[in-house]
């Protein structure tokens, strides 16, 4: 009220507490910082770990990788001169168990092949070369690689004709690659039926599909098959041997032209692992 007169004793005694409040909420922000510095400080530490032990799995990855093929290649050699019959006959026998270490000798080969990419994109050393080609030229390689290894006469591999897609620009090996993972993949689980891959376009991006009669993928286990070394288990998977790392280079290469992958699968149903890229990889000016 009005003309009442002013305690200032009171008035000191909250000025004083409101003194004391502040400076405990300043202890308290500052203790509170040097806990965000501290756990800043743990995190940086943390991360340059864990660049330091990637660097050295990428730099291990790639020693490995090289010291492997040169007995790779030697066996392989070996194999071939056998097989020839450049140092004489072989008994049907002899040919069969030959037979059985080119094949041997080759997915060994390319399990090395994988581990060598992968140490090259975790390292950042792969270069991307991107150039103008045709659909139907690529479709005609991969078709020309794929011929000699189908050997199961129940399982078909059809290419569907890329009607109305453009040229493409990309690195066509990279593109490549990463498809005849999916179709080696395909072919690996797929006991009869077929394999088809196609390709279609939408908007400014191609995307190429490679499905399957397989013995498909649950659900569960769609986002971890394109992790390092992942492989789904199953009676099929424990006969047939790989790294699991098919997929998960996939999915980085994809990465580097600007793309991603993508699989719809069901257990008894197939599956259709999916590419989509850009038509034109950066910016370029168009195909002559």
Excluded: C
Aim: hydrophobic residues 40%.
């Amino acid at each position: 009220m009005a003309g009442e007169p002013v305690d200032l004793n009171q008035l000191a005694r909250d000025l004083q507490a409101s003194r004391q409040e502040a400076q405990a909420l300043r202890a308290e922000l500052e203790e509170t910082n040097r806990g965000v510095l501290a756990l800043y400080a743990e995190l940086d530490s943390q991360a340059d770990q864990l660049r330091h032990a990637t660097e050295l799995k990428s730099r291990f990855l790639a020693y490995m990788s090289h010291e492997f093929r040169t007995p790779i290649n030697s066996i392989r050699s070996i194999a071939r001169l056998l097989i020839d019959r450049v140092d004489g006959p072989l008994t049907s026998e002899q040919e069969r168990q030959v037979g059985f270490i080119q094949h041997t000798a080759t997915e060994f080969a390319e399990m090395v092949d994988d581990l060598l990419d992968l140490a090259k994109v975790e390292a950042g050393r792969v270069e991307i070369s991107p150039a103008w080609f045709e659909m139907v030229d690529l479709f005609s390689a991969l078709r020309g690689m794929f011929k000699p290894v189908l050997t199961n006469p129940d399982v078909n591999l059809v290419f569907e004709e890329p009607h109305d897609v453009p040229k493409l620009y990309t690195d066509d090996r990279k593109l490549s690659q990463i498809l005849r993972n999916f179709i080696s993949n395909a072919l690996k689980f797929t006991q009869r039926g077929e394999v088809r891959v196609s390709v279609r376009t939408e908007g400014g991006q191609v995307t190429f599909a490679v499905a399957d009669t397989g013995i498909g993928i649950a659900p569960e286990f769609h986002q971890a098959i394109f992790d390092d070394f992942s492989q789904v288990q199953s009676p099929l998977q424990k006969r047939l041997r790989g790294t699991g790392l098919g997929l998960a280079l996939s999915k980085r290469l994809a990465a580097l032209l600007g793309g991603s992958v993508d699989v719809q699968s069901e257990p008894g149903k197939g599956s259709v692992f999916s590419l989509t890229i850009p038509i034109q990889l950066g910016t370029r000016d168009g195909p002559d």
